[in-house]
């Protein structure tokens, strides 16, 4: 038996849009770049900062590295992830899942070939 899953207005599309796909993109991979940075923040802080006594000025400097490494990782791996998306649309001609799924390899590919950690 074929059911809709949604309520639709008459003639309107089953598929997501544009602009729905892109922010979906965008979304998952700013996500996963601030996921990612903030580990590596508080890796980067607890190794700069090891040398200091657990106090406020410590702590402070170790949430700094997460939300500084958290922002940058965010905004590079959305702007990468969403320029990957779209060239990916371009080429392949369709719409779907998998463009969102290659476009976040790529980007983590690319992100990972510049010797980061």
Not at 48 to 54: F, I, K, L, P, V
Not at 100 to 112: E, F, N, P, Q, S
């Amino acid at each position: 038996q074929d059911t809709d899953e949604f309520i639709l207005p008459t003639g309107a599309n089953k598929t997501r849009g544009r602009f729905e796909l892109a922010f979906f993109t965008i979304g998952g991979c700013c996500m996963t770049g601030a996921a990612f940075g903030a580990l590596n923040g508080l890796r980067l802080g607890l190794k700069e900062t090891q040398n200091m006594a657990w106090s406020k000025p410590r702590n402070v400097q170790i949430l700094n590295m997460v939300t500084r490494q958290g922002a940058l990782w965010a905004n590079t791996l959305g702007s990468l992830g969403n320029a990957f998306g779209v060239i990916i649309e371009k080429t392949r001609g369709a719409e779907d899942d998998l463009n969102t799924i290659a476009a976040g390899t790529l980007t983590g590919m690319l992100y990972k070939s510049t010797g980061r950690v």
